[in-house]
């Protein structure tokens, strides 16, 4: 079965600071993967995904992730974190044996910025 | 294109009472989730509808019972409401291997 670990259920960071959150996957073939953003008292919303394109995946508001098959991972990064960034970000994998089945979540990370 | 919509935003239910809490989407998506969100557990799989007429239990399907009633809507209904299923619901959509889509969530609080 796969699965997602996410580590760190907390980190904070300074405003400009780069943002570094880990994702680590385990899958017997290369998933699709996901980073999702909920921000306080609102749904996820897609941050980028990974569909074996390209390894370096750019998304919405300057963050970016990249997939790297040799340590299963797909961390996701920002050079430099704004206020607005403060959120919880989950990260999921889709299991490309069964496009049904749901998308296995980590736990989350929740990131503080600080001023 | 409204996405995947809940209703009821916020609700307030006493012991034993029963409610439905409906889900809606309008992106032709086959799959639809139901989730519960508690602080501090992540997301939890209540139940899962892989097509129209299919359901499934995911990982916590105890106090609930859910119905795909088309293509378009799942619905997930409380029958007799206990303080521990006070929580965040989401639904969301999918379409094969993709992202999911998910609703703003029902904020449940049962007293």
């Known amino acids: 079965a796969q699965s997602v670990t996410q580590l760190g259920s907390h980190v904070s960071v300074s405003e400009g600071a780069l943002v570094l959150l880990r994702c680590n996957y385990s899958s017997s073939v290369p998933p699709y993967l996901f980073w999702y953003v909920q921000y306080p008292n609102q749904g996820l919303q897609l941050l980028l995904k990974?569909?074996?394109?390209?390894?370096l995946v750019k998304g919405i508001n300057g963050f970016e992730a990249e997939f790297k098959k040799s340590e299963t991972s797909f961390h996701l990064t920002k050079p430099s974190a704004h206020m607005s960034d403060a959120a919880e970000y989950f990260c999921a994998v889709s299991d490309l044996n069964s496009g049904n089945t749901p998308l296995v979540f980590g736990k989350g990370t929740r990131l503080s910025v600080i001023a | 294109n409204a996405g995947v919509t809940q209703t009821p935003k916020f609700q307030v239910l006493k012991t034993g009472q029963s409610m439905t809490l409906q889900c809606a989407q309008d992106m032709n998506h086959n799959s639809m989730y139901w989730y519960r969100q508690d602080p501090g557990m992540g997301l939890r799989l209540i139940y899962y509808s892989a097509s129209e007429g299919t359901t499934d239990k995911g990982e916590v399907p105890n106090g609930y019972n859910v119905s795909r009633l088309n293509k378009r809507e799942f619905s997930l209904r409380l029958e007799s409401a206990a303080p521990s299923q006070t929580s965040v619901y989401f639904c969301a959509s999918r379409q094969s291997f993709y992202e999911q889509y998910f609703g703003p969530g029902t904020r449940l609080t049962v007293t």
């Open positions: 990974y569909t074996s394109a390209a390894t």
